[in-house]
């Protein structure tokens, strides 16, 4: 196949379809949504993320990095795409950690005071670089989704290291060897230290192998674009039932779930069937478009939420909050009425997903590919940013 500028609509439907998983498996409400499998392994969608970001960088920059000073312009590019919407979000908890450290000097107290633990000023140095999943941390900080981000940049490092140190013509044997090595590294975590969090090298790792599990998938998408087995209804019905068993049950090793991912984005990659034209409407693709700020911004409007029901709880002096498996839960209703909580936490998400988008990650990003020196739209690629639990 002769390679050509293509969105791949499909798959960018299904990045918007993932991104919401995540907002409701990090969402808890004792409702129905909350203990439908999909929703309790939703964190399932940030592997697909990694990959789908391998296959959609790789065909948007697989033949430009040969380009003089290509490489400064694809980091360049790719801050902008990731930064300027992360860097956001972050000031806004800034600015409720001071709002929570005004309250405590006028009597106010809380669960966890301000700029502690998960909130620490050095885990805030650490995110403003993008190292809080790449340099140890005990957990999650500030706004936790963004650990994620974290590594994606920095696995765009490695790919540029990848494909630089290969040369033009061993480009693809670099990317196999950094997949198997990858690969081997992230299986030996997984059996040797199952519990590794994924702030402390688990997600660097699952990140990488992901990537280049991408990158090998769009390079077999190129070499099989001619087989019309691949390329009709059926192929995507099986691919529909394989991400569906996937978020039912979750296997044990993500490094599988990867590799599943992977034959599942290959089988979207041609859009040549009945689901792939379902996934084109205008609703999903707008979701897709969305994706990134739903992904980022989830995490501070249910934090939100939560502190407005728990200052509710004090006022009350009635249970609101219930301990499930050391986990809180919002839970003052019947299921029905829990539900609909968390479909007005969800509108509420789309609200400000949709106005960061054009206030934040559209300027931001023609802001940056100026820099790189391209035009304002840089390559017109989708899933590029992986959104994660």
């Known amino acids: 196949m002769t390679e050509r500028q293509v969105r791949f609509d499909a798959l960018d439907s299904w990045r918007g379809i993932a ?39 790789t065909h948007a920059y697989r033949a430009k990095l040969d380009e003089r000073g290509a490489g400064i312009r694809f980091m360049v590019r790719r801050f902008g795409r990731l930064y300027p919407l992360h860097f956001v979000t972050l000031m806004v908890l800034v600015g409720l950690e001071f709002a929570k450290l005004i309250a405590v000097q006028h009597g106010f107290s809380g669960s966890e005071g301000p700029f502690q633990n998960t909130n620490s000023v050095p885990s805030l140095i650490a995110n403003l670089f993008l190292l809080q999943a790449v340099i140890p941390f005990p957990d999650l900080s500030w706004n936790a989704a963004s650990w994620s981000i974290s590594t994606e940049f920095y696995t765009y ?10 040369g033009a013509r061993h480009r693809i044997l670099g990317c196999v060897i950094a997949f198997i090595l990858s690969g081997l590294f992230l299986l030996y975590l997984e059996v040797s230290y199952p519990t590794l969090n994924i702030a402390s090298g688990m997600g660097m790792a699952q990140c990488v192998f992901g990537f280049f599990a991408g990158n090998l998938t769009y390079e077999l998408y190129l070499r099989l674009y001619n087989r019309p087995a691949l390329q009709g209804t059926w192929p995507e019905l099986l691919a529909t039932v394989m991400m569906v068993l996937l978020f039912w049950f979750k296997p044990r090793f993500i490094s599988f779930d990867i590799l599943a991912f992977s034959v599942i984005i290959l089988l979207f990659a041609y859009e040549g069937g009945a689901v792939a034209r379902g996934l084109r409407n205008r609703v999903m693709l707008r979701l897709g478009e969305l994706s990134y700020s739903i992904y980022l911004c989830h995490f501070i409007i249910f934090s939100l939420m939560f502190v407005a029901v728990r200052v509710l709880q004090g006022k009350l002096g009635i249970a609101l909050i219930e301990r499930v498996n050391g986990i809180d839960v919002m839970d003052f209703g019947p299921h029905w009425l829990m539900d609909l909580v968390a ?17 934040i990650e559209v300027p931001g990003r023609r802001y940056f590919n100026r820099l790189a020196g391209g035009r304002g739209k840089g390559p017109a690629i989708v899933g590029a940013e992986p959104r994660q639990a």
């Open 19 to 57: 991104a919401l998983l995540v907002a409701l498996f990090h969402f808890q409400a004792a409702g129905n949504f909350y203990i439908v499998p999909l929703v309790r392994h939703g964190n399932l969608a940030v592997p697909f993320f990694f990959v789908l970001s391998g296959f959609v960088i």
């Open 157 to 166: 490092l490695v790919f540029l290291a990848v494909y630089s140190a290969a």
């Open 343 to 359: 479909l007005g936490y969800l509108a509420v998400l789309l609200v400000c997903a949709v106005m960061t988008y054009r206030w």
